[in-house]
């Protein structure tokens, strides 16, 4: 019997900007063949409130509340890159306490930021169980960071240029090897329950390939560049605050699919378990120190009677002036390279802010990647890139 051969035109489909699997206020204009996908184009900028200008026209110390919403998964991310640009431009030394509790937070918010990760990129194809124990797992993380700033997800305002806010509160480090000691079996369990699933695989493996040239030349950082066989971490390429003190390794993988990106954000949270686990251990000074003795004992900076007076204090003055010069500062967020290009001009406002954030780039290979998948495919791939809309917009 023949077959009767039929012809379809191209359909276009809007998702989002207000979907469910979109991970934010993003919009992608599909044009199908069936349930192929034959040209894509991601509509970005719903999100856009001028941070880089923002920042122009605030003080280094009233900016730290707005970088929270760049990347809002992963705050502490954004204060840290923040006072980093500062410091390295003004050539300021960070207290070696403060910098084992900035890795210990950087580290947490990157386990929030692949928990939260995890559960929506798994619930997505249909696995709705690890998105609650996902969560479930993650509020251990928000009650530290509550108790160490006063916030819970986003607007922490805790890391200060020189330093941190303030010290750990009484107890926080015996509550924070708990949590290290209860989240190892976890990440186990979620493993046995996800990664040999067959389904999973299925929908994973192979899928949304990446080579490592590709991912080089399309400026790719974070998972998306160490799936695809490059073994590049800044934490040990950069070498900022205190990594090399810690006992580690970077997580990577060859294949450069869905599956491989999965497999790295895996490992990262088990290394940041190994590295707070660490930090907690070594921590200068033991549970709590006195730094504001430390800061009083050097004595005063500059005249009282002036202008430009600085208080005896461990934070800086509000008339802290930004040396002239230039300055690239950049840390290994949850997503990748998130960098800052600073001017300082002698004031206490930079010149110029430019942020490099690593969603970005790694959003602009989705075309790419969708051409020529399944429908039911787009969200897979979508979110092993795992992109937050409020960085990519800025």
């Known amino acids: 019997m023949a077959q009767i051969e039929t012809r379809t035109e191209p359909i276009v489909i809007n998702f989002g900007p207000h979907h469910p699997s979109m991970h934010g206020c993003f919009r992608i204009i599909v044009t199908l063949d069936g349930e192929d996908v034959v040209d894509c184009e991601p509509v970005i900028g719903y999100l856009h409130r001028g941070m880089e200008k923002i920042a122009e026209s605030r003080t280094s110390t009233m900016f730290i509340p707005y970088t929270s919403r760049w990347d809002y998964y992963g705050g502490l991310f ?30 947490l918010t990157r386990l929030v930021n692949h928990l939260l990760w995890v559960g929506p990129f798994v619930m997505d194809m249909g696995a709705q169980t690890l998105f609650f124990y996902s969560l479930r797992d993650r509020e251990p993380i928000l009650d530290l960071f509550e108790a160490v700033s006063g916030y819970r997800m986003v607007n922490h305002n805790y890391f200060r240029v020189g330093g941190v806010a303030a010290d750990l509160p009484y107890g926080w480090v015996d509550k924070c090897q708990d949590f290290v000691a ?37 400026g790719c950082s974070g998972p998306m560049l160490r799936a695809s066989g490059v073994k590049w971490d800044l934490r040990q390429v950069d070498h900022y605050e205190c990594y090399n003190d810690f006992d580690w390794a970077v997580a990577w993988a060859i294949e450069g699919d869905c599956l491989a990106r999965y497999r790295v954000r895996f490992e990262e949270m088990r ?3 190994k590295i707070i686990e660490q930090a907690l251990e ?16 050097e004595g005063p900076k500059s005249k009282w009677e002036g202008f430009d007076y600085q208080f005896m204090a461990k934070k800086i003055a ?8 230039e300055h690239y500062v950049r840390v290994e967020s949850g997503r990748g390279e998130l960098g800052i290009f600073i001017i300082g001009n002698d004031s206490p406002m ?14 602009q290979l989705l075309p790419y990647l969708l051409k020529g998948q399944k429908v039911a495919d787009i969200f897979v791939i979508l979110g092993s890139i795992d992109v937050v809309m409020g960085s990519v917009d800025r």
Do not use: M
């Open 78 to 107: 954004n204060e840290a890159v923040t006072v980093n640009a500062v410091e390295k431009l003004a050539d300021i030394q960070v207290p070696r306490r403060a910098s084992y509790i900035r890795v210990i937070l950087l580290e």
């Open 271 to 273: 290394q940041s378990l």
């Open 350 to 363: 930079p010149w110029r802010w430019k942020i490099r954030p690593a969603d970005f780039n790694n959003l």
């Open 282 to 297: 070594r921590l200068p000074g033991g549970p709590w120190e006195n730094l504001e003795a430390k800061r009083l004992a």
């Open 182 to 218: 209860y989240l190892a079996p976890k990440l186990d369990e979620y493993e046995r329950l996800i990664t040999d699933n067959p389904v999973f695989r299925r929908r994973c493996e192979g899928l949304g390939v990446v080579t490592r040239d590709q991912a080089i030349g399309w």
């Open 318 to 325: 509000p008339t802290f002036k930004i040396p002239a010069g």
